[in-house]
């Protein structure tokens, strides 16, 4: 069994390098996130026999709440200013939707089916909300032109 000491090291060196990716950290939370709202949604529409929309908003609500505190607390590690911060948060969310509805239009426009606009718009949205909260939602401070956490932001 002293065979599979260095391979576990290994592999908890694997992971904890990949973890240090912020990009990594925002896929893991938004995948949450989703998962959170399909499950939530399921229990209280289905199981809990809610009005369909009600219950689609309930989780919804519950989703994006996980969604923003694992973003800013765990993947972009920001610190206060929450005041500022959820407002953006909520206004990428919303920018996020348009740009996924407008690849997914665009796409169907040029004679494309609805079943491979979806993986496009899956793959392109979430760079495009990734970018959104890195440099607006949760930017860090700047002080003479460097950045507070230089070895976070090579990495991410």
Same mark, same amino acid.
């Given at each position: 069994m002293t065979g599979?000491?260095?391979?576990?090291?290994?592999? *908890?060196?694997?992971?904890?390098?990949?973890?240090? *990716?912020?990009?990594?950290?925002?896929?893991?939370?938004?995948?949450a996130a989703t998962l959170c709202y399909a499950l939530l949604g399921l229990l209280f529409v289905n199981a809990w026999a809610m009005p369909l929309l009600a219950g689609n908003a309930l989780a919804?609500?519950?989703?994006?709440?996980?969604?923003?505190?694992?973003?800013?607390?765990?993947?972009?590690q920001a610190r206060g200013g929450h005041r500022a911060m959820l407002p953006r948060f909520a206004a990428t969310q919303a920018m996020g939707l348009g740009c996924n509805s407008c690849i997914i239009w665009l796409l169907v426009r040029l004679g494309l089916g609805?079943?491979?606009a979806m993986p496009a718009a899956v793959v392109l949205t979430p760079v495009f909300v990734y970018l959104l909260c890195k440099y607006w939602v949760f930017r860090r401070a700047r002080s003479l032109g460097v950045s507070a956490n230089a070895s976070e932001d090579i990495r991410a």
């Open positions: 599979l000491v260095p391979a576990w090291e290994d592999l *908890r060196r694997f992971a904890r390098n990949l973890l240090a *990716r912020r990009w990594i950290r925002f896929g893991l939370v938004g995948g919804y609500l519950i989703s994006f709440a996980v969604s923003y505190l694992g973003q800013s607390l765990w993947t972009f609805y079943e491979l």
